[in-house]
């Protein structure tokens, strides 16, 4: 696989990055129509680095994260995970869904089961069931074990996909708006335990988001997604605030307000920027995969 | 879970939803609601079925037959009891005639002389006709299932196969049972040709004809089933990288499982059709062979006798229907929760 130039042209130091986005640029739709959601995008992360990346919607994030998790191929540029290509998912970068994607018919436990089963093995299945049960208890969900997702709300639901995301111990782990579908409550006892869990495991974390006050609380470093067509990443904002972060402390501390305010305005910015090119294209962006809020299909009769 | 909620989603399950209010009504939940609504779940469907019955009596007995008045409820419910009085009649008669063979068989060994074992040669009652229809049945359905289910999944999974087996899905699933009779029949008696076979021909040949026409719905709805597995779920699979069989076997069945057992819940009622169509045409024991002799029997009962067949065919059917909904019920999920 080819790297493709740096748009500086300078060569890199040799160490290779933990992970990195090299001009990717992804397209969909038919050759001669397809629409660019992608274009150019570089990052670099470090290890044990939670970085937020935040954007509109309709910018082009969940393709993001579908490229990061290798489950779409870029069109052009590479990513690469401790200088090795991405070619395809694996269990070395977790997701954790935008829509949780538990499996209904499967408990709490075996929805996790599922996933540490197939990564690990050479465990026993003592060991297995314990791992999965420390993860589950991570998430504070132990009193769930056997209930199925349909017993449990958005708030559990989504710490399930957490507790799976972590125990398959990937080397990134990739969260999609995981607090997007939360209310305003859950969402804010919810960032507080990712960060509890961040501290404890130092998990390299990408974290996809519209809040900038979520990047900003969970962050170490903020990657503003420019608004697409076309969308790129922007300048690295370093969050620069002691942990663990203390939501209403934070919100006095100017550091906090400085940063949430200068990211705010370039997206602003960016935004009013790229309108003429949105109003011009004539219709809106699709994310990548529109949410199905059709009803169940009803079954096939013949 | 209470123990009020556990018993009122059993009833949920089990399709027995009538005895929710029944379960409320016992706990002291809402007593006049209750009422009002076990009244609609259970009051209005028999007040119904009495209305059925009256007019039937009174239309009955206007119309006159060639073979006697048309018989009023009355008439079929005693008709009814006459059946299966008759069936253990010959069973207490089969009892005795075996008794009777014991005897003789000691006295054959204290003289001496050869004995030879002999079954009773009485004719099959109405229940074991009934008897003979369920077991038929079940048979053609298994065979059915067995065919559908993979061919299904393999239609799900896969555009091209399922492009395949389009053209013959489209030809064979609007054929009648009566049209695939005679060929089976004709391809059982030259390929089942075992020396002492364990199943008459004229089970394998019902059986066979049921699977062929019931065997359509099962195979859409797996196929239906299995290409509309969400596609969070397979990129889950993907992210852990199951293999492709781990991926079928763990993700898509299970998320299929509804849609096949609505396909099967369908294909089981088809066959219960179908088989009494076939039995009547091929002259295969059960009830289809028994409606079709009291047909040429001609006698005075012949009517009640058939309309006793024709409450049993739809009780029976309707029974299986329900086994199915709660199977079916038992197997769903929530598929919103995902």
């Known amino acids: 696989m080819s790297v493709l130039p740096e748009l500086g042209g300078s060569p890199r130091p040799t160490p290779p990055a933990f992970f990195e986005m090299n001009g990717v640029g992804k397209s969909f739709g038919p050759t001669e129509s397809a629409t660019e959601v992608l274009r150019g995008v570089n990052l670099e992360i470090r290890e044990g680095e939670f970085v937020a990346i ?51 018919w499967l408990t709490v436990r075996e929805n996790v089961l599922l996933a540490v089963d197939q990564v690990f093995p050479k465990k026993s299945a003592v060991e297995r069931a314990d791992h999965a049960e420390h993860y589950i208890e991570m998430v504070n969900l132990t009193a769930a074990l056997e209930k199925r997702p349909d017993e449990l709300s958005g708030g559990m639901r989504q710490r399930v996909a957490v507790a799976r995301g972590l125990a398959i111990e990937p080397r990134i782990l990739l969260m ?29 974390v ?6 900038v006050d979520e990047a900003v609380l969970l962050a170490d470093r903020i990657v503003p997604l420019k608004p697409g ?36 305005q370039y997206l602003i910015e ?20 529109p949410a199905d809020l059709r009803p169940p299909r009803a079954s096939f009769r013949s | 879970m209470s123990r009020k909620a556990r018993v009122i989603h059993g009833c949920e399950v089990a399709g027995l939803d009538v005895f929710v209010p029944v379960v409320r009504l016992l706990s002291g939940e ?55 009085g008759d069936h253990y009649a010959e069973r207490t008669k089969e009892a005795q005639f075996y008794e009777r063979m014991e005897g003789l068989k000691e006295k054959y060994a204290e003289e001496g002389r050869p004995w030879k074992d002999r079954r009773y040669s009485g004719k099959p009652t109405f229940l074991d ?22 061919i299904g999944i393999l239609c799900g999974l896969s555009p091209t ?39 008459e021909k004229s089970f394998i040949s019902s059986a066979v004809t049921v699977a062929l026409c019931s065997l359509w719905p099962t195979l859409i709805n797996t196929a239906v089933g299995v290409a509309s597995v969400e596609k969070d779920h397979l990129n889950v699979a993907r992210v852990l990288q199951l293999s492709r069989f781990s991926t079928v076997r763990k993700i898509v069945i299970p998320s299929a499982l509804p849609f096949i057992f609505t396909g099967l819940r369908l294909s089981l009622g088809v066959g219960w059709m179908v088989l009494i169509a076939a039995e009547m045409l091929a002259q295969n024991p059960g009830l289809g062979k028994f409606v079709w002799d009291m047909f040429q029997n001609g006698s005075s009962q012949t009517l009640a006798q058939i309309m006793v067949a024709v409450f049993t065919i739809g009780i029976i059917g309707s029974l299986l229907d329900r086994m199915m909904i709660t199977l079916q019920n038992a197997v769903s999920y929530d598929v919103r929760s995902s």
């Open chain 1, 54 to 104: 935040v954007g509109f919607s309709g910018s082009g994030k969940s393709t993001l994260v579908a490229l990061m998790a290798g489950l779409l191929d870029p069109d052009q540029g590479s990513l690469r995970i401790l200088g090795e290509p991405v070619t395809g998912p694996g269990p070395d970068r977790g997701v954790v869904f935008q829509n949780y994607s538990l499996l209904p």
């Open chain 2, 129 to 150: 006709q009934v008897g003979t229809s369920l077991a038929t049945v079940f048979a053609g359905f298994v065979i059915a299932s067995v065919v559908a289910v993979p």
């Open chain 1, 176 to 204: 999609d708006e995981p607090l997007g579908a939360l209310d305003a409550l859950t969402r804010g006892t919810l960032q507080v335990e990712i960060e509890r869990i961040w501290a404890r495991d130092k998990k390299t």
């Open chain 1, 206 to 211: 990408v974290l996809v988001t519209n809040s």
């Open chain 1, 270 to 289: 960016m935004q009013s920027r790229s309108t003429p090119a949105m109003s011009a294209l004539g219709r809106s962006l699709p994310d990548l995969e």
């Open chain 2, 30 to 84: 809402e007593p006049s609601r209750q009422i009002a609504e076990f009244g609609r779940s259970v009051g209005i469907p028999l007040l119904a079925l009495g209305v059925f019955l009256l007019v039937w009596a009174g239309v009955a007995s206007q119309i006159e037959t060639s073979i006697g008045r048309v018989p009023g409820p009355a008439a079929v419910w005693e008709q009814g009891k006459a059946l299966v």
């Open chain 2, 161 to 199: 196969f399922y492009a395949a087996m389009n053209p013959l899905i489209q030809i064979f699933k609007p054929v009648s049972p009566l049209a695939w009779l005679p060929i089976v029949m004709i391809m059982v008696s030259a390929l089942y040709t075992a020396e002492n076979p364990f199943f």
């Open chain 1, 229 to 264: 067509p076309r969308a790129s990443l922007g300048p690295s904002f370093p969050v620069d605030l002691p942990r663990p972060r203390d939501r209403k402390a934070l919100n006095g501390s100017v550091t906090f307000q400085r940063t949430r305010n200068e990211v705010t």
